[in-house]
């Protein structure tokens, strides 16, 4: 398994852009598809943003769809989240999460294992 370790989290207004990122341990980072996921106060996790083990395909939740972007550089076993026209309704905490297959899935028990979370919080 890989250890991640997410950052980047903080207020932001509505409208505005906020970067987070996560630092994955271990040699073996490029096998692993990776995934954003979020749990906002009081709701499940869901996911947010997919990305393969070797970056060719990404997935969004139809909430997110263009205005965020998922990235990754296996190089520096980093996965990134360039949120845009961040809204109040994407206020939760984000969980940067690796599972150990080449393509990403939506589902929460599909991944083994996660990160600590960063909170994010927009401002209306």
């Known amino acids: 398994q890989v250890q991640l370790v997410e950052s980047g989290g903080g207020l932001v207004q509505a409208g505005g852009s906020l970067r987070l990122s996560c630092a994955a341990s271990?040699?073996?980072?490029?096998?692993?598809?990776m995934a954003w996921f979020r749990q906002g106060p009081g709701k499940n996790r869901e996911f947010v943003a997919g990305i393969s083990s070797n970056g060719r395909s990404t997935g969004y939740a139809d909430a997110v769809k263009g205005r965020f972007a998922i990235s990754r550089d296996n190089a520096k076993n980093t996965v990134s989240l360039q949120m845009n026209s961040a809204k109040p309704e994407d206020t939760a905490v984000y969980f940067c999460?690796?599972?150990?297959?080449?393509?990403?899935?939506?589902?929460?028990?599909?991944?083994?294992?996660w990160g600590q979370g960063t909170q994010v919080t927009v401002s209306s």
């Open positions: 271990g040699r073996t980072f490029s096998t692993y598809s």
């Open positions: 999460a690796a599972r150990s297959t080449t393509y990403f899935l939506r589902l929460v028990s599909e991944y083994t294992s």
